[in-house]
């Protein structure tokens, strides 16, 4: 049987060579001095840069970066959905989630996997209550998320960014969402906006079996709601209702953030509609 000689003969799946290097030392996920590795306290989150309007041919669109992780997110439409969808008068959503080939330790596959077609789900479920769904009825509203590269908290900067795009595209909607993810490793220890180290911070380090897990919240700051909740992990009820709390107050400083984004892309825009009118007048 004749092979395929136009193949490349390369391994279909590749991984960095520190996965497989044997460390001399337990990973700590506090320093002596009660630090985090990059020197960040447990309640505090990375340095956000978030930009809106940085894809020309898409109607709205958002990067953000926080420090390694970096997402970026595109809208398109509305548009008229297809003769085989139900008829509704409200308008639909979705979102199309990808982490890209090389933004992972391991090599993502460049088909769309359960994982990545589960949290596009979860961020379509979290929009659907902050977008005026009622104002483009029998339309559907089309979002792509694709992760360049992912150091922790890819999901949390994911809805945030896909927010912000939203609201770029000049959809109506009642507030804007906000993720902000938790790493509980115990009862007492709490880390938010883990890194994806401290995302993975193996449970038999300490030796203790229960509340360890991870949280991710999508909240509404103006509204003060949240749209969503995902957890991974076991966490009591009464610790996990501390850590949606410590959530809510990580959206609540980011929100600021997204407030000036959002300013900043409108001035911009502006300068431009001012821009193109004066050329149509000469």
């Given amino acids: 049987?004749?092979?395929?000689?136009?193949?490349?003969?390369?391994?279909?799946?590749?991984?960095?060579?520190?996965?497989?290097?044997?460390s001399s030392t337990k990973k700590q996920l506090l320093q002596e001095n009660g630090k985090r590795a990059d020197n960040r306290s447990l309640d505090e989150i990375r340095p956000i840069f978030l930009k809106a309007?940085?894809?020309?041919?898409?109607?709205?669109?958002?990067y953000i970066e926080a420090c390694n992780t970096?997402?970026?997110?595109?809208?398109?439409?509305?548009?008229?959905?297809?003769?085989?969808?139900?008829?509704?008068?409200?308008?639909?959503?979705?979102?199309?989630?990808?982490?890209?080939?090389f933004s992972c330790p391991g090599r993502r596959q460049h088909q769309t996997d359960s994982e990545e077609k589960q949290m596009g789900l979860?961020?379509?479920?979290a929009l659907q209550p902050a977008?005026?769904?009622?104002?483009?009825?029998?339309?559907?509203?089309?979002?792509?998320?694709t992760v360049l590269q992912n150091d922790g908290s890819a999901f949390?900067?994911?809805?945030?960014?896909?927010?912000?795009?939203?609201?770029?595209?000049?959809?109506?909607m009642y507030d804007v969402v906000i993720g902000c993810s938790l790493?509980?490793?115990?009862?007492?220890?709490?880390?938010?906006?883990?890194?994806?180290?401290?995302?993975?911070?193996?449970?038999?380090?300490?030796?203790?079996a229960s509340n360890h897990g991870s949280v991710t919240a999508a909240y509404l700051p103006s509204l003060n709601q949240l749209s969503a909740i995902q957890q991974t992990g076991e966490i009591e009820p009464e610790v996990a209702a501390k850590c949606l709390q410590k959530c809510i107050e990580g959206s609540v400083r980011i929100f600021p953030v997204v407030s000036q984004c959002l300013i900043k892309a409108t001035k911009r825009k502006a300068q431009k509609s001012q821009q193109t009118a004066k050329k149509d007048d000469v």
Avoid at 53 to 62: K, L, N
Avoid at 73 to 101: D, I, N, W
Avoid at 122 to 125: G, H, T
Wanted: with cysteine; proline share 6%; charged share 20%.
């Fill in 156 to 172: 949390a900067a994911a809805l945030t960014c896909a927010s912000v795009a939203v609201a770029d595209a000049g959809i109506e």
């Fill in 122 to 125: 979860v961020i379509a479920q």
């Fill in 53 to 62: 309007g940085v894809v020309s041919q898409a109607r709205g669109s958002a």
């Fill in 183 to 208: 790493r509980q490793a115990g009862e007492t220890t709490s880390v938010l906006d883990p890194t994806i180290t401290e995302d993975f911070y193996s449970r038999s380090v300490d030796g203790d």
């Fill in 70 to 101: 970096k997402v970026i997110c595109a809208v398109y439409g509305p548009h008229e959905v297809q003769r085989r969808e139900g008829f509704s008068m409200q308008g639909s959503l979705r979102c199309e989630f990808k982490y890209a080939t």
């Fill in 131 to 145: 977008i005026c769904l009622h104002k483009f009825p029998k339309s559907q509203l089309d979002i792509f998320v």
């Fill in 1 to 22: 049987m004749p092979g395929d000689f136009k193949r490349i003969p390369c391994p279909q799946e590749t991984f960095q060579p520190q996965l497989y290097c044997k």
